[in-house]
């Protein structure tokens, strides 16, 4: 079977590119062991987590904000997940049918034999399939570590999973780790009414979030952090009860009992079969490449996740992009991919966001700036929502005024961070932001309160 | 009394001029008959109304998704309504305090005797405030037409004032007018469970907006609106019982029962007295100014809704600064509002925003354009709320692709607003947008697939 | 003979084109009668013009800051003009052998077959080349209007052509025609000392260049214009001397002697053959296209002064390319020209340049603005020179205060444009200008002190 | 006396922030020794030696071009020269009148009281001026070295000052110094036929310059550079003959004779008399001052060459006005100067330019970049007058495109490097600049052709 372009793997690195080239007329196999698009962002990350996200601050807001006592039964909430998943499934084969022309998808294991070959094993049997060019975007998934017991606990992809059979919640729960996944699910919980504790192998929780930005969220989150507690085992101590073993940081094992555990202990890349042997790997198992997504090997790109640049679903598609246009010029380059100004959040609640430089690099960098900040409490949203705790910060170059970061935590800023990134992206100054009249009463309307203060 | 500058009315079109002037050393006597900041769109306007509309959709969600049954009490919704104002007035006084050196707040009432004397009727007596610069900043009111049984009737300073004793309210409500006050209250009233129509003089609503924006909001509205209705009278048949009577459209006089009429038949401007005397005026009454604020009268600026140019709270803070800093450079103009790219919403359920020049206006300038579109029903966030319906559209110039106008309507309009104005204002492209990976999931990111359409 | 391109054409509109597709690998075949690269710019219009003007501007300079009376023979400045195309075409063969592997040029007439499909008249025989993608850039000539006596005149191609036989000057010249190709050869003329004047059909030079900046150069040129006078007739009275015939506007015929007449009545398209049947044609008879390139023939794009959307050599270079791109992306559009920021300068000594939107024309589509500008003879440059006429002038948008239009008659008028260009087509703002401090002693400079007028 | 605002030093720092403070209506007193506005920039610096520059250019092209053999007596050169003074004194009178209510201009000698007082020193005694601001641009003047001799070298002063004596020069002349003021005149007074060489302390010259940029220019100046060759003495030995001792770098004593020594060894800055007791200086003796140009005492700010922050004529205009706005707004900053995108240019024949973060700082900083580069061998221009060495260097930040920094040596690099500074101020992208396109034949077109290596 000959082709075009091979893309492995179906989710946010891969077919937005698949479908930029075949609008330019390319011919495209895709192929995923899912045999669906969508990747595991759809089966099993930001959209099933968010969507539970969602629903559960919109119920502690009505908690909150009219003295209600609302506590939906978690099935429910799992329906409802289900269910945005199903809807954009469809859509997807939509999508699909539209391309059909010039997009074939194939369920399937891809193994990579060379820089234009890929042995496909499909249900009943092995198809070869030759192209052009390559696109990996495989993505990654969670590391699930092993120690005595660890077979009792669930990952995010079973709690989050398309028609995950979890549909039941018990009343404790303790994740293990303390990246954003950990701290995500567990102010999700807390806000449904489950008592959640974090246990956290270091001192430290969001390791590679500017710390400023980590010592204002916290504090909002109100959630019991256990650090310096390595887990040492798992013991099942009845139906939905189980023991948890720890060390508490001075050599002593503790233990806490608890109706659910989940390792949130961080994701490694998914790599194809027969690329670690051809294709050049970063110190941590990624597939290296440079901003124009290319690999060591000739014509093969390597996009998303598995390349480990900007693990979210946003910057997959970007890099899928990417990755098309300097297909359509032959692996010229003619398309980068800014990271610098990708943003990133932390979907807690409140959520916490970042985009650009933040200050400990400028300074490292010895980039001067000045720094302008603006407290939520006097934000009309913060305050209709009754959200009030949270910062906006912005640095400016020094001279241009240029806004090269900024973060903000706190209600909406996860939408407050988009014009922010904008901003970063296209170089626009303290001025430009200062000078634009945000819609009123929105969140972003302290992008420009925040600016003046330096005009 | 002496000082540099008189402001008079402390909403936004006021304070925010009046707080960058004290930043900088300037006196300012600020004149206001409530005596706080924040105008009317804190007493009754924005604010308010957009905090019962919050909390009507969070409700209204929380109804469809997890198929409940709220229907709060409308005085829990007046009381978290009235605490937020209260929240707010605290914020002001506090930041009125900051600048008790330089700024001195008299409550009273402004008459206009010459561009550097105010006469101020304060509670015992009359007061004269001389400076070298003043800025009007009365804003708007309702316009409360006359006809028979018309004091029966409310305007939405009686729904939205602070403390109103307005705190039940009937099952079925008749709002008169079809603008965008008129939309937004019918909206926010009937996700609460009331029953609401809309009677409206004309075969319109949402008059200015650009046609096919409205054309694609009405239907997800689901109102019922009676065009060509004009009301003719108000008959109290009851306690919370009135028989509203209009005319047909045929000649006919017709009737209806209902339980409260509120009137939404659009504002006008507030004007201190002493001014119609002195400064032109536009067509309508505004105090006629240029894009740097200024009046005919030397040294006098006008902000607000009171110059008529964009009666929204953003577009007066940004107008108010424009103020100060013109008055900064002593009249000589240095800073300009551009109100091309202030953007503008209207919070129905579910809202609608544009920004730019639309369509209508483009050709009729002979401005070239490519367009592009994405349906609200492939958007993650519109998925998880099930609020699928809507559109946006952006709009390019031909050629250099600046961005010179969008409009979309559905779930988060007002949030994605902000981006694509700042696009507007600062001249971004397709390809600027199609380059930004906006935060996924928010509706945000249909900016950056709509751009792609085109490249 | 089957490749991927043809490019019928090897000057500006073709070979940037061929250029960048050969980069990334696709097959050209490249079609020029001249068998060389340049087309008419280099051959006798923009590169030959140009030198033989920055020479004469450099004896004309010397002569009056220096009071020398330098008279070069024109053959010595023909000869270095010779050289300068010389060394531009070996340039080119160097360029050409780079791509050996992906271009082949071959000399001949092309003749449209299909939209695949061109038949090539070569030297000896005829070939028939295939591709998938066609690119017609057969530029411009000098329209040669017939009438007794008219073979007797010259054509710019005469006066700037490769290797010309014109090598000297009769002192006394005629030059027929108003366009920016008399005025500059005018001026170029009289600069080396030759007595010059235009005959001109109507009442008016420079028609479509904005009035006030063709009133503001005029005065500066001091040419001796006969307007309203159309030719009728040439005769030869000698060696090098003629008797020109011509109406004076009031049926009179007159005549005058003159030792060389050159017609510069305007210039017209170069279809190949065959292409009038199949592709659309505007009115004057350039190939239709849009800003993409694309004509009404699937895979066939036209760039440069064949579709008589700009008719220079910057703007063919950049249609090429645009033309390369869409053709990388199978002419689903994805690179678009922004004739409006393309700057147009007449190169009369002294020259004049302008770019965007000029103010004749905003006003036409109501787009208000606000203008500022600056007289060169208090600029530096323009004083060491002591050429000190001339006028800056920037527009603004009201509001936005972004740089719509420009335009500027004085020294180093065609490097200033450069800077204003650029913030034409980027949406930079007066504020933008005012803010960046252009090299001393550059004109450049005069940028900044303008746009600070309105700051 | 009393005022609002004194201005030290009627330069490029002092007189345009006057003037825009006077434009506001504030009241202003410059006070200058020379009384009249412009400077050491135009008294000796950069008006005068463009002046002679540019005319020493012009003769070097013709005799090269047209083989022509000029070499114009140094008196007319000279004469010319202080025609453009003149013509520069005369505007500013003229400015000044028109400002004459709110600007007065004291001849004299400032020396500072306090951060609000001025004694004054004028022809027939001491005045006190008293203001709310000040601004001190005193500028800088050449450091005179003192050794045996020392009296008998000239300074640039000398050479450059307006009607200066010197009127004649040797045809042997010898340049102590390796900044760019020495060679800068040794390339002109080469251009102009006399025998030049630079005496050079150290194994370098252009210090501060990127060594690539150095390393490119230098060989296309052709000038005699004696390195490690300190100066010892100078010796009288005849009228116009003089000999001079320095030493060859290994301790040996050795000399050469010469018709005239220049000493261009470096300028120091001037700072007012008092001014070092109550001001913060620099470790190099400058006032210390922030991006907003104020200086440690409240509401005094110093400009232009005296706080050695960038010290040209185009960056002390920027800095002036940067104040006046800094002052309007009462010290609290609203305007800052961005040093980084300030072009700085060589003018040697040919010159070179560069602005932005050249490479060895971007590399420091950790700044990821694209470089790409354009011979000027292939530039029209440069092929035109026969000067096709230099080269432009463009670096684009990674990911982004953003371009950081630029330089180019070779014709035009003066006028090229504007456009590239307004790029590097406001964020242009590779894309940004590979879509324009510059005027033909302008030196400004490599900027397109360069960016688009990367596209």
Chains 1, 2, 3, 4 share one sequence.
Not at 359 to 364: F, G
Not at 379 to 395: R, W
Not at 428 to 448: C, G, K, S, W
Request: aromatic fraction near 8%; include cysteine.
């Amino acid at each position: 079977m000959e082709t075009d372009v091979i893309v492995i793997g179906a989710g946010g690195g891969g077919y937005p590119g698949a479908f930029r080239l075949a609008r330019s007329g390319y011919k495209v196999v895709i192929i995923d062991p899912k045999g669906e698009l969508g990747g595991n962002c759809l089966f099993s990350g930001c959209i099933p987590s968010k969507t539970v996200r969602e629903i559960a601050q919109m119920v502690w807001r009505n908690n909150r904000i009219l003295k209600s006592n609302l506590k939906p039964d978690f099935s429910v909430i799992q329906d409802h997940k289900d269910r945005v998943q199903e809807i954009r499934y469809m859509q997807h084969r939509e999508e699909l049918k539209e391309f059909r022309d010039n997009i074939e998808l194939i369920r399937g294991k891809a193994k990579l034999i060379d820089n234009k070959t890929v042995e496909v094993e499909i249900e009943n049997g092995i198809i070869e399939v030759k192209g052009r060019y390559l696109i990996i975007a495989t993505g990654s998934e969670p590391v699930k570590p092993k120690f005595p017991g660890s077979e009792f606990a669930i990952t995010s992809d079973d709690l989050y999973g398309y028609r995950t059979p979890l549909r039941r919640l018990p009343d404790d729960i303790t994740i293990v780790g303390g990246g954003y996944i950990a701290l995500e699910t567990a102010t999700i919980l807390k806000a449904l009414g489950y008592n959640v504790r974090l246990l956290v192998r270091s001192d430290k929780v969001l390791k590679g979030f500017e710390s400023e930005l980590v010592n204002t969220l916290l504090p909002l989150l109100g959630l019991e952090i256990m650090y310096n507690s390595p887990i040492l085992e798992i013991k099942k101590i009845g139906e939905q009860e189980f023991e948890v073993f720890y060390s508490d940081g001075k050599g002593n094992k503790k233990s806490l009992k608890t109706g659910l555990v989940m390792l949130a202990t961080g994701r490694k890349p998914v790599l194809p079969e027969g690329a670690g042997g051809i294709l050049a790997l970063d110190s941590k198992g990624h597939i290296s490449v440079n901003d124009s997504m290319k690999t060591n090997l000739p014509n093969v790109f390597a996009t998303g996740d598995v390349n480990g640049k900007a693990p979210y679903f946003h910057a997959a598609v970007r890099m899928s992009i990417a990755a098309a246009y300097n297909i359509m010029s032959n692996s010229t380059p003619m398309d980068y991919v800014d990271f610098k100004s990708i943003p990133v959040t932390i979907f807690t609640i409140p959520p916490a966001s970042y985009v650009g430089i933040m200050p400990s690099e400028a300074e490292r960098m010895g980039i001067s700036f000045i720094e302008a900040s603006y407290e939520l409490k006097n934000d009309p949203m913060a305050q209709i929502y009754d959200e009030m705790g949270g910062v906006l910060k912005l640095y400016f170059e020094r001279g241009s005024l240029r806004l090269i970061g900024a973060w903000i935590v706190g209600v909406h800023a996860g939408f407050v961070i988009n014009e922010l990134g904008q901003a970063v992206a296209h170089g626009l100054t303290a001025r430009d932001l200062a000078e634009f009249a945000d819609q009123h009463p929105t969140t972003n309307e302290l992008i420009a309160y925040t600016a003046r203060k330096v005009l």
